[in-house]
């Protein structure tokens, strides 16, 4: 039995105290997406202003310093402070209640992870303030281009600092929700019992757990170079850099990919197709993102190119196997069309695009053509835009009853879908033909006799139109939010894994009492005790002192 | 499979295997090599070390099923700020910063001593409850 107590300690409430200092895992996570959130439109501002400025050819809605320095901040937001915070955001609030965990492990870490996020995002931001602006040398800030002599200015001191600030947020993150997967699994889950989603949380917390530190070093290296230390070279910082930057691609996919198959399975009805192919092709999915890193140094001519291309392309082979089973999940389900469902669809489509368009650039030969055009900004935005974000906005509406209690409105959330594909293909799709046709990435200007113009207009308006939906995307939480919080422990109906088994929002240790955990789908097993768990490792079921938990 | 020591070490063994594919085939250089096959060896390494302790233990301190938390940690925000402040004042803002965030940075630590050391003694008194009360 376990019990939990805690009188001499401070105690909680629901007041701004313990909005600031809570270590329940689920205002963690709340915190962390928040910041991830308001970081978002900020960012995303930045892109309308970089989508504005390209929108003809000579204008100048900015200087050609500020479009650096909008270029640099954007994608350095996007990355830092956003995308990778989210997705560890989710891990953090639903991987404990998957697992059947009353807590996080290390809760103090991921508490002071959730701040060293929005600090480090404050400290990058308030690079704007400074005489020579905020860091302008792009997201990955290649030496010798970072060094004081070619960005002079304390704003890139700062946006070191913050990356240093964001990237060890990241890392307590991550520590405490793979010790948590290791160490909290409630009386049964096995690993092969481990929901979808928590595999790929595992998945991404090998990532970051043994991937971020080298940048946390190359940027303490970064930062002692503009303090007059010679410690870097171009290549030597171009590993470290790399090193981080490629698996980062992935901790900004698999709990997406996670997302997408819980909601595949919650929306279709059925158990979640070809559970073990998709943990070996996950992890042989994590060892080949690793491995991958070089693939963006093909032009420099200091690694060997056939290896990264081998591994990189190697990488189509477990993508495919998850693919298939998120697809053979819905093959044949009770399908319903929920916006959580669509948002999958959607997802299943534009990342086919990011996905694929990336096996080309994994080519070097072709990697030598595309290389800094206006490809590899269509690629990565359509991997981490028009792909992940989908898979976060299909977890986003699944899981928003289980987070809040309420339900966000169907209606809204069509519009909100249907302008976001529209969007992103408008936005991105061009942008592949204007890099096959020459331009060049992180370029402020172009001519006109270029031919450029018309597909960058179609690009400037599909942003807008993204912002649109972003907007109807807060007009549908600003409504739910006012809304009566009726949604009961299994919002949907055909939940599958342990998080519908708690309350909607779940008490502060999560559950009070937990079904018997024979399958990854414990919860079907509940409704559908003819079926049988699709398990190998049935044992003895020790739900009863499971279920005999109490909490304070 | 019951515990992470299968999937983290094999993960980490796959890791070394492409790292000595690329070292001894490819030509990979030490620096890449090294980078490849020490994140290998962590993970093996956390795999194995996961699989040794006992599950269920916190970080903090387990007894007899029961666990002792903090339900707020202000020590931890102070010293989440501190280290910031320190941080911004080596990179771009001085010495002042620097103090400032050093002293907020040890204010913080201490009082997440003075947390872990309250939580050791509730459990202690909840332990020594359980006994008087017959619990084994």
Redesign the interface.
Known sequence: ????????????DRGV??A?????HKVVGVRVALTALAFFLAGGVLALLMRSELADPGLQVVSHSGYDQLFTMHGSTMIFIVVIPVALAFCVYMVPLQVGA??I????WA??GS??IP??GL?MWSGWLTRDGAGRAGWYAFDPLSDRANTPG?GM??W??GV??ATLGSIFLAGCV??T?????APGM???RLPPFTWTA?ATC?LV???FP?LVVAMGLL?ADRHGAQLLGPI?YQ??FW?YGHPAVYVMFFPFVGMVAEAASVFSGRRFFGYRPF?IAL??F???S??AW?HHMFTTG???N??FAL?STALIVPAGVEYFDIIGTLWRGAIRFKVALLFVVGFLMQFLLGGLSGIFVASPVLDYHATDSYIVVAHFHYTLFAGSVFGLFAGVYMWWPKITGRYLSERVGRWHFGLTLVGTSLTFLPQFFLGMDGMARRLPDYSGSEGWTGLNRVSTVGSFLIALGTLLFLVAVVRSLRGPATAPSDAWGTGMSLEWAASSPPA?HNFERLPPIRSYAPLFDLRHPEEGPDDE?VGPLRHEATSSRSHA | ????L???A??GI??IA??L??WL?????T??TA??AG?GA??AV?GAA?AS?R?????MRSAG??????????A??A???G??LA??G????GAAFFWTGLGLAVLGAGG?LR?TV??R??LEA?EGDGDRGGRS
Not at chain 1, 20 to 24: F, G, V
């Open positions: 039995m376990t019990a939990t107590a805690r009188p001499r300690l401070p105690a909680a105290l313990a600031l200092a809570s270590t329940d009353a807590a492990s290390g809760a103090r508490l002071a701040w060293l600090l480090g400290v304390e001191d700062l070191v600092c240093i600030l793979l010790a997967v290791l160490r909290r699994r096995t690993m092969l595992l090998l757990l043994f991937s080298s930062m030597t590993h470290l090193f943990v992890l042989g994590t060892a080949l690793m491995s070089a200091a690694v060997p056939q290896l591994t502060r490792e | 499979m019951r515990t992470g299968v999937p983290l094999s993960w796959a890791l492409i790292a594919l690329g085939v490819f030509g990979l250089s620096l890449p980078l490849l994140a962590a993970s956390t996961s302790a599950r269920g233990r916190t970080p099923g029961i666990e002792v938390d903090t339900d707020l940690s202000l931890t925000v010293l989440a700020a280290g910031t941080l911004v080596v990179g771009a803002a997440m947390e309250a939580a003694q509730e909840l």
